[in-house]
């Protein structure tokens, strides 16, 4: 081999180098943390029956527990009549995941239109046969690339669907940060919502805008009922496809509002420079900020970044508490008792500018206590 050819891999050969001392670190770091867990710990941490609230004549359906929510999950699919929309990250092919996939070939079968997707990067772990559904079933895979050669590069085509929504006759919608899987039915802390009023007109849309607009030629879904201004109930969408990220915005315009106090609870909290000066102007003009934050996630990167923003919010006055005996994985926000989100997407990069997330935010002007 001549000396062009040698130093024309060279660079190659120091990318493989670096990419594996990399991979080594990370599963060193893996391996210390996991090591000796051979089984699962006993969730201790407290637990709160759904709560109902009214907002501008939405009914919305607080849930804080797995068992419940995936039991009025269930529930609301073996009621519907007329179509169901199911789109999840995460699906677990355990006893859990096997009662949401009955439970959506039983409605199916009884002529129910039943439409799923799910992301492939997230299921990868899953034994591809649980994913089979009989023809009476339309499934969309959310592609582990969007597209093919020099297109995979394009950050348009990169974004996971971090999307957790299911919507039932147009009428009930629930939304938030619940994978379906039995680990997080009772062993992790998560939030979810149930919906019902004219909010689910937009919970609607937003499935049935991803199912069209994404790649792969499925038959486009009809136009969904009316959908109503109702600015105290809205849902913010993230759209890798258009490079839209308005869940960002949203969180920096309420924290900037803030006048009393605001309280977080993120699963992987890693704020960029904006955020992180918002929630410091805010604790500088005196709001009280909180943070809820897992004391140990599921994801250990995630953990060693998070900590690294600790020192100068603490210095700042913002309060942060690391949850104990349970993995957090809600992405939540109330502010001044006004204002409130929850949703899909975390306060990290990944979520903010990279995967396509839904966040619920609702407001009333009626100042409520906390």
Known sequence: MGERGRLGRLPVGLATLAFGVEAAVVGGIYAARYSGRKHRPAATFPVLAP???????????????????????????????????FETFIWKGDEVGQKFKDALIAAAERGVKVYITYDTFANLVVRPAFFQFPP??????????????????????????????????????????????????????????????????????????????????????LPVPARAWEPRVTIHR??????????????????DRATSHVMLTHAYFIPDADLTRSLLNAAERGVEVSI?????????????????????????GVKLYLYQNAMIHSKTATIDGVWSTVGTANLDRMSLAGNYEINVEMFSPDRKST
């Open 238 to 255: 993230n759209l890798p496809r258009y490079m839209v990220y308005p869940i960002r915005n949203m969180y920096l315009e309420a924290i």
């Open 51 to 85: 709560v109902e609230a009214d907002a501008a004549g939405d009914d919305i359906t607080v849930y804080t527990y797995g068992a419940d929510l995936y039991a009025d999950m269930l529930a609301a699919i073996s009621g519907a009549q007329e179509v169901i929309y």
């Open 292 to 316: 809820i934050v897992p004391n140990e996630s599921n994801h250990v990167l995630a953990d060693w970044m998070s900590r690294g923003c600790y020192d100068d919010l603490l210095a700042g």
């Open 136 to 221: 009476s079933v339309v499934v969309r895979r959310h592609p582990l690339f969007g597209g093919g050669g020099l297109h995979m590069l394009d950050p348009r085509n990169a974004g996971r669907d971090h999307r957790k929504i299911l919507v039932i006759d147009h009428t009930m919608g629930f939304v938030g940060g619940y994978n379906i899987g039995a680990l997080y039915e009772r062993y992790w802390r998560d939030t979810h919502v149930g919906l019902r009023g004219q909010v689910v007109a937009d919970l609607d849309f937003s499935f049935v805008d991803h199912w069209n607009s994404g790649p792969g030629g499925y038959r486009p879904l």
